[in-house]
């Protein structure tokens, strides 16, 4: 049996629970470089932690390339980085599918999906379950924000019931 759940537009209100959205609709922008650069600010904070993992806990860059899914997409699998945030800039303008699940007592609750507007990232905060990278129309490369060092920062979830994961009917699936 397959539950259903249809993804709705990434807000920063929406997504507010889980992270931070990555855009520049934001308010604490300001110009730099002499006028010719603006930055935007503070748009999320890296979370790393050597608590649980060792001391050398820090923050690292790398890109991933990820692999389209299908659609609809079933979704059998979430996982979770107990010791730091992890953030996915696109490096283009197409959306992607964002998949998270409050947590219930250690466990991934019911999943909520949104799908990006061109160029918007997430920055899931640490312990936050979420769906793997899911590109939906082509090859897509990310720039991608997390925590580098000892300890064991991946904790997956294979759910026992199945989610069909579908887009509303006006999403389009380039940009």
């Known amino acids: 049996m397959s539950r259903e759940i249809v993804a709705h537009p990434l807000t920063r209100a929406a997504f507010a629970p889980f992270g931070e959205v990555l855009d520049t609709d934001w308010a604490h922008h300001y110009p730099i470089n002499r006028g010719r650069c603006e ?3 503070e748009l999320a904070r890296v979370e790393t932690s050597g608590e649980e993992g060792g001391e050398d806990g ?3 860059l790398s890109i991933f390339r990820g692999t389209p899914y299908a659609l609809p997409l079933r979704l059998d699998l979430v996982e979770r980085h107990p010791l730091g945030s992890q953030a996915f ?3 283009d303008a197409r959306p992607f599918l964002v998949i998270v699940c409050p947590d219930e ?11 990006t507007a061109p160029g ?4 899931y905060r640490r312990n936050v379950w979420h769906g793997v990278l899911t590109p939906i129309s082509g090859p897509q490369d990310f720039l991608v924000v997390d925590r580098g060092g000892a300890g064991v920062n991946l904790e997956e979830f294979p759910l026992p019931e199945p989610w069909t994961i579908r887009l509303p009917p006006t999403a389009s699936r380039a940009a």
């Open 39 to 41: 930055r935007f600010h």
């Open 105 to 115: 007592g250690g466990r991934p609750g019911e999943p909520q999906a949104f799908l």
């Open 89 to 91: 800039m696109p490096l």
């Open 120 to 123: 918007q990232g997430v920055n």
């Open 58 to 60: 820090r923050a690292i």
